[in-house]
């Protein structure tokens, strides 16, 4: 909770307005700087192949999308997750005479994680589908992969456009919601235990920059593995010739490639989310932090 010092040197008064800043400028930070893993990533769970869909080649292809994209994304889920965490802590308040609960703040965060991805996902989804078909050398750039979408209404119409553009919207949400889940109340949790610790101390009453990198790494790392199954999904979906349900590319993955093809990717994915989570989170708090006054 800000002191009266802390809200009078603030720059920005509205806790909205600098999560949306704050969460424009971690999106786009961290999109930016780690992307040639996020290719490395995406070509290993490509269905033609490592090698076939670019290799270690051309690993900045598609990375407009990601820069136009980033920032919008990231500052919904932080305006809805800090919005949706303010409410519900109200809530629980009046309903606690003023006291406060303690054993809602788990569900709490899930809840905000959730719609916040969600929300974000409006851009997400998009920003993806345009940036993996580049990313996986089906187009040289995010642009050209963007006009073959959008060239597809004069045959097939304005809806189908959109539905393209939409392509595994549903398994990116199932894939964000459970990762998000894992991920920022673990971040949370740390964040209050290093609070705790430093409760009688004079240092600053919100976790530095720093401390919110090593814990978004932490979380980043463990959510990222327990997800990379649907990340496989996700991928396949988005770079399909045709449209395909999650049933049928999921027994066709089982059937023709067995169990492991499910992990494909791990490795760069847990690494990618490990730095990620860091530069993001970290980033996050230091901007949050500065707005703040704190």
Same mark, same amino acid.
């Given at each position: 909770?800000?002191?009266?010092?802390s809200?009078?040197?603030?720059?920005i008064?509205?806790?909205?307005?600098?999560?949306?800043l704050?969460g424009?400028?971690a999106?786009?930070?961290?999109?930016?700087?780690?992307?040639p893993?996020?290719?490395?990533?995406?070509r290993?769970?490509?269905?033609a192949?490592?090698f076939?869909?670019?290799?270690?080649r051309?690993?900045?292809?598609?990375?407009?999308?990601?820069?136009?994209?980033s920032?919008?994304?990231?500052?919904l889920?932080f305006?809805?997750?800090?919005? #949706?965490?303010?409410?519900l802590?109200n809530?629980a %308040?009046? =309903?606690?005479g /003023?006291?406060? +609960?303690?054993s809602?703040? *788990?569900g709490?965060?899930?809840l905000?994680?959730?719609l916040?991805?969600?929300a974000?996902?409006?851009v997400?989804?998009p920003?993806e589908v345009?940036?993996?078909?580049?990313?996986a050398?089906?187009?040289?750039?995010?642009?050209?992969?963007?006009?073959?979408?959008?060239?597809?209404?004069?045959?097939?119409?304005a809806?189908?456009v959109?539905?393209?553009?939409y392509r595994?919207?549903?398994?990116?949400?199932?894939?964000?919601?459970?990762?998000?889940?894992?991920q920022?109340?673990?971040?949370e949790?740390?964040?209050?235990?290093?609070?705790?610790?430093?409760?009688?101390? #004079?240092?600053?009453?919100?976790?530095?920059g720093? %401390?919110? =990198?090593?814990? /978004?790494?932490i +979380?980043g790392?463990?959510? *990222?593995?327990m997800?990379?199954?649907?990340d496989?999904l996700?991928?396949?979906?988005?770079?399909?010739?045709?449209?395909?349900?999650?049933?049928s590319?999921?027994?066709?993955?089982w059937?023709?490639e067995g169990?492991?093809?499910?992990?494909?990717?791990?490795?760069?994915?847990?690494t990618?989310?490990?730095i990620?989570?860091?530069?993001?989170?970290?980033?996050?708090?230091?901007a949050?932090?500065?707005?703040?006054?704190?």
């Amino acid at each position: 909770m800000a002191t009266s010092q802390s809200s009078s040197s603030a720059l920005i008064d509205s806790p909205y307005l600098r999560s949306l800043l704050a969460g424009g400028l971690a999106g786009t930070t961290v999109d930016t700087t780690l992307y040639p893993l996020d290719t490395l990533k995406t070509r290993l769970q490509s269905s033609a192949g490592f090698f076939p869909s670019g290799g270690f080649r051309g690993v900045y292809n598609g990375i407009g999308s990601a820069a136009i994209g980033s920032a919008p994304g990231a500052a919904l889920f932080f305006v809805t997750y800090e919005g #949706t965490k303010k409410y519900l802590a109200n809530q629980a %308040e009046l =309903a606690n005479g /003023g006291g406060g +609960s303690r054993s809602g703040h *788990a569900g709490a965060h899930m809840l905000a994680a959730s719609l916040g991805e969600i929300a974000a996902c409006a851009v997400r989804v998009p920003t993806e589908v345009v940036k993996q078909r580049a990313q996986a050398g089906q187009f040289p750039s995010s642009l050209t992969a963007l006009t073959s979408i959008l060239n597809q209404r004069a045959t097939h119409g304005a809806v189908h456009v959109w539905r393209e553009l939409y392509r595994g919207w549903s398994i990116t949400v199932m894939r964000e919601v459970p990762f998000t889940v894992i991920q920022f109340p673990l971040w949370e949790g740390m964040k209050k235990w290093a609070l705790n610790r430093r409760a009688m101390s #004079t240092r600053p009453k919100d976790v530095t920059g720093a %401390e919110s =990198a090593v814990f /978004g790494s932490i +979380s980043g790392a463990v959510a *990222a593995a327990m997800t990379t199954p649907l990340d496989v999904l996700k991928t396949r979906l988005m770079l399909a010739k045709e449209r395909e349900s999650v049933f049928s590319i999921t027994r066709r993955i089982w059937q023709q490639e067995g169990g492991r093809a499910f992990l494909s990717g791990i490795g760069p994915r847990v690494t990618w989310i490990s730095i990620g989570g860091a530069v993001f989170l970290g980033s996050y708090q230091w901007a949050s932090n500065l707005l703040a006054g704190i």
